[in-house]
C-alpha cells in the first residue's frame, strides 16, 4: 500500500472542494479525485466536480451508483421536494440518503484497494453537520475499522474539516490556495446557478464566507 | 423499528438460502429477500435466487449496483479468470470482490430502513470462508456499529451460519425444510448447470453435503 498518495471523495461542493487542495499539500504522492454519480436531482454536482478538479489539476474519475434510486424515499434522489423542517418521526433532514456516505466510503476503499492507495479524504464535518448522523466522527472511525476487517487493508480515512465551523473551512480554502476553485462549487438544494441564496445550504455556505469576511467567489462570478 | 421482520439477503446459493428459510421461522413479521445485481458474471444467480424466494413464498427484490463494475480488477465481474490458487500479493482468492459484503449489507440496511424492518439476515461464515475477510464476525460487528452510527437506526444483522461448517449447514437446511429449495441453488464459479463440480465452490458444497449423509438435491436433480 502506499502512505504517500490519496483519494479524495469530491462532490463538487465546497467542503470536498477545500479538500481535495489540503490533500494535494498533505501527501506527496499521486492525489485523485472521485465523485459519485449516484443519481443526484442535480446534475450540476457532476459538473462542478469535474471543473474543481480541473482546476486543481487532478485526475478525476465519476463512478456510477444505480442503486440509492431503486430505494426510494428521500429527497436528493427522488420527487421528493427539499424541506427545511426536519422529519417528525425520525427527526432527520429530508436529504438525508440512509447509508450515503457509508456506501461512498466503502466505494472509495474498494477503489484505493485497487490502487494500492492508502488514504482517503472526506469533507464530512461534525461541527454544522446539518443533521447527517454519517458525518460523525464516530461513525467514520466505526467504518474504517469495518472497511480494514473486511478488506484486509489498513485504510486511513482523513477528516481535515470535521471539527471545523463553516468560516474555517473558508479561511482553510484560502490558505490553501482553493478560492479560485470555490468559485466552481455548487452547494444549494435547488440545483440553481446562480445558487438562490434561500435553501438551508446556501444559507449555511453564506453564513461561513461572510463570517470569514471573503467574499464568496461563486456569487462573485454572477455579480461580476 | 419493526423487530418482527427482516430483510435477507440471498445470492441465489446454498447458505443464503437456508438463512432465508431461518428467518421465516426465527421472525413473526414479514420477511423480504434481496438479491443484488451487481454485474456478476453468471446471471444464473439472479434466476435462482428468484426461484429460491418463489420456493419459499417470500417477496424478493432485486436491487442494481453498477459501481463495482467501474472498480474492475477481480474475476466475478471481470473478465479474469477464477484461479483456485490465491493472489500472491494479497494472499487472497482472485474472486475476493474488495468490500462487496460491506456494500450489500450497507444497501440492505438503507432498505431496511425506509421499511423500518430492524433485522438483517446473512449468510457469510467465517468457519468455511474460503479466504473472504468480510466475512468474518469481527467486520460484520464493526459494520453493525457504522451503520447505526451512520443510519441512527438499531439495525441487528444475524449470521445464522457464521459458525457452522458446510455439513452443518446442510443439516440445518434440512430440518428447516429448505432441501427442496435447495435443489434450486446455485453455488459452481464457473456458472454451469448442471455444476462443474471441478470449481473449490463446487468441491466445498459437495463435501458439505456428504459429510452430513444428504445427497445434494442440486445434482440429484440433473442425474433424475
Request: aromatic share 8%; proline share 5%; net charge negative.
Amino acid at each position: 500500500m502506499s502512505e504517500e498518495g490519496a483519494v479524495v471523495v469530491l462532490s463538487g461542493g465546497q467542503d470536498s472542494t477545500t479538500c481535495l487542495f489540503w490533500a494535494k499539500r498533505k501527501f506527496p504522492g499521486e492525489i485523485e479525485a472521485i465523485t459519485f454519480d449516484y443519481g443526484q436531482r442535480h446534475r450540476i454536482e457532476l459538473e462542478s466536480a469535474a471543473r474543481v478538479a480541473s482546476i486543481a489539476n487532478v485526475p478525476h474519475k465519476i463512478l456510477p451508483i444505480n442503486t440509492f434510486n431503486t430505494l426510494g424515499g428521500n429527497a436528493l434522489t427522488g420527487e421528493i421536494e427539499v424541506s427545511s423542517e426536519l422529519d417528525s418521526e425520525s427527526g432527520l433532514p429530508n436529504t438525508f440518503v440512509p447509508g450515503r456516505n457509508l456506501i461512498f466510503l466503502t466505494f472509495a476503499a474498494a477503489y484505493a484497494y485497487q490502487r494500492k492507495i492508502s488514504n482517503l479524504v472526506t469533507g464530512v464535518a461534525q461541527t454544522d453537520y446539518s443533521g447527517y448522523p454519517d458525518c460523525r466522527e464516530k461513525t467514520i472511525q466505526a467504518l474504517e475499522k469495518a472497511i480494514n476487517l473486511g478488506m484486509e487493508s489498513e485504510v486511513n480515512i482523513h477528516t481535515p474539516l470535521m471539527f471545523k465551523s463553516k468560516k474555517e473551512t473558508v479561511e482553510l480554502a484560502r490558505d490553501l490556495g482553493a478560492l479560485k476553485a470555490m468559485g466552481y462549487t455548487h452547494t444549494c438544494y435547488h440545483g440553481q446557478q446562480p445558487p438562490c441564496g434561500a435553501c438551508p445550504a446556501c444559507i449555511l455556505r453564506a453564513k461561513g464566507f461572510e463570517e470569514a469576511g471573503i467574499p464568496d467567489p461563486l456569487t462573485a462570478r454572477f455579480e461580476g
